[in-house]
């Protein structure tokens, strides 16, 4: 008996060590695997965003020799009337976040119906999401042309003379903002009927039995519990508009009349591409980071008053 037990354990410490081979082989593939993006990550990120931290401090027009001119940038940063006014209009923008997130909630509990053609409405919304910023931006150029856009045609047809909607300081800004709202609904749409699925029905037919109607449902029931949803979009909204550029650069000329549909990614790019004013630049995307962390931040220290889950 104990021959076989001696014969036995050199086998077993066999199969153990080809075991622990195994894993350390799978173990470095997995390395590999992470390897990539956390090279990606310091190359493409960490690299330029330490870089950009020297080069605020910096006048450098972006190729040839820097010259340290310490906290300049940001002292003629906060003096210049173009950055506030486009600080401003970033800040005016965030009225389409709240519009967008009540229509996308709307729609979505709309589209949670079990109603003919649900999923083609699904896609529809959902279409704008997917599309290029670029032929969205130009799509709307011509919806808002003063001349022949489609809504000023629709104006004249009841006798209203409609505005330059896009070179007008007056309406701009509401112009823009209803695009926003229109191209970002599909992924609201998308994110608030997950969360309302995720809803048990248990709810509803508890307040049902102690005579809620729809709308003491909606509001004890759906509201509430839809917050996570809703502080997700919040954020993630916010943090996006404070990088708007696309339908600026695009829609709207120089930043508009009076610099007044410029926001502070587009008063960025002008100063590093056009102006060549890399060192300054620095400062501004500093300065702009700054205060996406700052309401970020602000964000996740309220959302325990207002947040709910379902536990």
Do not use: C
Request: aromatic share 16%.
């Amino acid at each position: 008996m104990e021959t076989v037990d001696i014969v036995k354990e050199p086998i077993i410490q066999n199969k153990k060590k080809k075991k622990y081979n195994m894993f350390r082989k799978e173990e470095r593939i997995a390395y590999l695997f992470i390897a990539a993006p956390i090279l990606q990550f310091l190359v493409f990120m960490l690299g330029p965003m330490i870089f950009s931290v020297g080069a605020s401090f910096t006048d450098w027009s972006g190729i040839g020799k820097m010259s340290f001119i310490g906290i300049k940038n940001y002292i003629n940063l906060f003096n210049d009337a173009n950055f506030w006014k486009s600080l401003f209009n970033t800040i005016f923008y965030f009225i389409g976040i709240p519009i967008g997130m009540i229509l996308g909630l709307l729609l979505a509990m709309a589209l949670n119906r079990k109603i003919p053609g649900v999923r083609v409405f699904r896609t529809i919304y959902y279409i704008p999401v997917v599309s290029s910023a670029v032929a969205v931006s130009i799509l709307w150029s011509w919806v808002y042309n003063s001349d022949y856009g489609l809504i000023n045609g629709f104006l004249s047809v009841l006798g209203i003379k409609g505005p330059a909607w896009l070179s007008d300081p007056s309406t701009v800004k509401p112009a823009l903002i209803g695009m926003f709202v229109w191209q970002g609904l599909g992924n609201t749409i998308v994110l608030y009927l997950a969360g309302l699925q995720g809803i048990s029905s248990v709810y509803y037919e508890a307040a049902a039995i102690d005579g809620a109607n729809a709308w003491h449902k909606f509001r004890h029931i759906t509201v509430p519990l839809i917050t996570p949803t809703s502080f997700y979009l919040l954020v993630t909204n916010l943090i996006g508009g404070f990088q708007l550029y696309i339908p600026i650069t695009i829609m709207t000329n120089d930043g508009g009349t009076n610099y007044s549909s410029a926001t502070t990614v587009f008063y960025l790019f002008n100063k590093a591409f056009k102006d060549y004013q890399m060192g300054y630049a620095s400062a501004v995307a500093w300065i702009l980071g700054f205060v996406i962390l700052i309401v970020t931040i602000i964000n996740f220290k309220f959302q325990d008053k207002w947040v709910n889950t379902m536990n």
